[in-house]
């Protein structure tokens, strides 16, 4: 296993962190629950392997994720991690819900502390909120009483927004979505990669595969890997990539079988800074441009069109029509679409006033392109 330093904090850290997410599951009941056995032993069989970063949070597998990473670290394993999970910031309401969550918190992962303790999900607005409520008092308070012993967030908004929550409190680590897809025009990016090494606070990966999607890739994107390194999995491309920069500390990666959890094992086993070749990384390059080759529409999400009259919201919609083609994934975009729908800010609501067209930079023909993801994703 390879570790790497988080170096304002003076640790090492496995380069391979247990994301706790996709736990196996099966029915009971008529109902989908964590295969809990299975679980335990993805969890140990990770640690015995060399994983020291385990990763969880209060509202994965319906609220119940926290209680089997519990039960899978008793019998010693939890002195063997640094343990982290994540404050439902999306659920706090008033300043003690603060302390209920984490006392609650604290039961079901059945330790007295926590390594790492992230504010979940951090968007601007969000962040506002929390502050209101007293979140980084709440956050020294328990460092003080040495009920956690470091403050994060995990992210989900713009750069703009990720610079203005990483400078505005004296945060320990931070956990971004980043992959080699999203390296420019998805949030934060390698600018926000960047700033986060600038500022010296350790960076934690998620969503390194995408939602899997980086794991299972086209077939004209397979053919560009294989002229490369035949035999290599997309998954070992995409982890190698993200392990080849320094300032990426720990990639989560969530398993759902033992054998999954061998072959994350045995990719991390070297996986390490400088992993890539010069022919390695121009290889990423152009599965890269395969992908984007894909697309349906060139918009770049710079939101120029927005705020849309009619509230459609432009770029989510151009987005979800793209990921349809560029991952062969249209059935799973169709549901994200129809969510777009439940908010009546998908395409149908435009009313073709063509203010949008005016300001787009690409010269994109907006209202034709609208109608046709419409048609396409309904």
Same mark, same amino acid.
């Given at each position: 296993?390879?570790?790497?330093?988080?170096?304002?904090?003076?640790i090492?850290?496995?380069?391979?962190?247990?994301?706790?997410?996709?736990?196996?599951t @099966?029915e009971?009941?008529?109902?989908?629950?964590?295969?809990?056995?299975?679980?335990?032993?993805?969890?140990?069989?990770?640690?015995?392997?060399?994983?020291?970063?385990?990763?969880?949070?209060? *509202?994965?597998?319906?609220?119940?994720?926290?209680?089997?990473?519990?039960? &899978?670290?008793?019998?010693?394993?939890?002195?063997?991690?640094?343990?982290?999970?994540?404050?439902?910031?999306?659920?706090?309401?008033?300043?003690e819900?603060?302390?209920?969550?984490?006392?609650?918190?604290?039961?079901?992962?059945?330790?007295?502390?926590?390594?790492?303790?992230?504010?979940?999900?951090?968007? /601007?607005?969000?962040?506002?909120? =929390?502050?209101?409520?007293?979140?980084?008092?709440?956050?020294?308070?328990?460092?003080?009483?040495?009920?956690?012993?470091?403050?994060?967030?995990s992210?989900?908004?713009?750069?703009?927004?990720?610079?203005?929550? @990483?400078?505005?409190?004296?945060?320990? =680590?931070?956990?971004?979505?980043?992959?080699?897809?999203?390296?420019?025009?998805?949030a934060?990016?390698?600018?926000?990669?960047?700033?986060?090494?600038?500022?010296?606070?350790?960076?934690?990966? =998620?969503?390194?595969l995408?939602?899997?999607?980086?794991?299972?890739?086209?077939?004209?994107?397979?053919?560009?890997? *294989?002229s490369?390194?035949?035999?290599?999995?997309?998954?070992e491309?995409?982890?190698?990539?993200?392990?080849?920069?320094?300032?990426?500390?720990?990639?989560?990666s969530?398993?759902t079988?033992?054998?999954?959890?061998?072959?994350?094992?045995?990719?991390?086993?070297?996986? +390490?800074?400088?992993?890539m070749?010069?022919?390695?990384?121009?290889?990423?390059?152009?599965?890269?441009?395969?992908?984007?080759?894909?697309?349906?529409?060139?918009?770049?999400?710079?939101?120029?069109?927005?705020? +849309?009259?009619?509230?459609?919201?432009?770029?989510?919609?151009?987005?979800?029509?793209? *990921?349809?083609?560029?991952?062969?994934?249209?059935?799973?975009?169709?549901?994200?679409?129809?969510?777009?729908? &439940?908010?009546?800010?998908?395409?149908?609501?435009?009313?073709?006033?063509?203010?949008?067209?005016?300001?787009?930079?690409?010269?994109?023909?907006? /209202?034709?392109?609208?109608a046709?993801?419409?048609?396409?994703?309904?």
């Amino acid at each position: 296993m390879q570790y790497r330093e988080f170096k304002k904090l003076g640790i090492k850290v496995s380069a391979f962190g247990l994301g706790c997410m996709r736990f196996p599951t @099966i029915e009971i009941d008529g109902e989908k629950k964590v295969d809990i056995e299975n679980a335990k032993n993805i969890v140990r069989r990770a640690i015995d392997g060399g994983v020291n970063y385990v990763d969880t949070a209060y *509202n994965y597998s319906n609220k119940t994720n926290e209680i089997v990473v519990g039960e &899978a670290l008793a019998d010693g394993y939890r002195d063997k991690v640094f343990l982290a999970t994540k404050l439902p910031s999306f659920l706090c309401e008033k300043p003690e819900d603060m302390q209920a969550f984490f006392e609650e918190q604290l039961t079901k992962l059945r330790t007295d502390h926590l390594d790492f303790y992230l504010v979940h999900s951090l968007n /601007r607005k969000s962040w506002d909120k =929390m502050k209101e409520l007293g979140i980084k008092e709440f956050l020294d308070g328990l460092k003080a009483q040495g009920k956690i012993k470091y403050a994060g967030f995990s992210f989900h908004d713009d750069y703009e927004a990720f610079e203005y929550i @990483i400078r505005d409190y004296d945060w320990d =680590m931070c956990q971004i979505q980043y992959n080699y897809m999203d390296t420019v025009g998805n949030a934060p990016g390698e600018r926000g990669l960047r700033l986060a090494e600038s500022l010296n606070i350790p960076v934690v990966i =998620m969503e390194g595969l995408l939602g899997g999607k980086l794991a299972g890739v086209p077939n004209d994107v397979a053919e560009v890997f *294989n002229s490369c390194r035949p035999g290599r999995s997309a998954a070992e491309w995409a982890f190698r990539w993200l392990c080849n920069d320094p300032a990426v500390c720990t990639v989560l990666s969530g398993v759902t079988t033992p054998e999954m959890t061998d072959d994350n094992l045995r990719i991390f086993d070297s996986a +390490c800074v400088g992993c890539m070749t010069d022919e390695e990384l121009d290889t990423v390059r152009k599965a890269r441009d395969v992908y984007s080759a894909r697309i349906k529409v060139n918009c770049t999400a710079c939101r120029y069109c927005m705020p +849309c009259p009619a509230g459609v919201d432009i770029p989510r919609v151009f987005a979800a029509w793209n *990921n349809a083609y560029k991952y062969d994934t249209k059935s799973d975009v169709q549901w994200t679409y129809g969510r777009l729908l &439940a908010d009546k800010t998908a395409a149908d609501a435009c009313i073709k006033c063509g203010k949008c067209e005016k300001i787009c930079p690409q010269h994109i023909s907006i /209202r034709e392109m609208l109608a046709a993801a419409h048609a396409d994703l309904v």
